[in-house]
């Protein structure tokens, strides 16, 4: 799982929204917040925020793991 995951984070860093991430808003009480999948059952979820110093849009871990458990 962590080759996956590692390998998730680095297409993030290309291209949060490609389209094999299926990155998509989520709903309830994380509204305001993100996920994308890194295998069958692995989900990251995440915000993206605008660094104040440097004005530039950076991604924010917030969870990592199976479907249920992170949401």
Do not use: P, W
């Not at 990155?23 to 994308?36: I, N, P």
């Not at 605008?50 to 991604?59: F, Y």
């Amino acid at each position: 799982m962590q080759e996956r995951i590692e390998n998730t984070l680095e297409q993030m860093e290309q291209d949060v929204f490609a389209t094999h991430l299926n990155t998509h808003k989520l709903s309830g009480k994380l509204s305001e917040l993100r996920a994308c999948s890194c295998g069958y059952d692995c989900r990251i979820v995440f915000s993206i925020e605008k660094n104040k110093e440097s004005g530039k849009e950076v991604i924010l871990l917030l969870n990592i793991g199976k479907h249920d458990e992170v949401y």
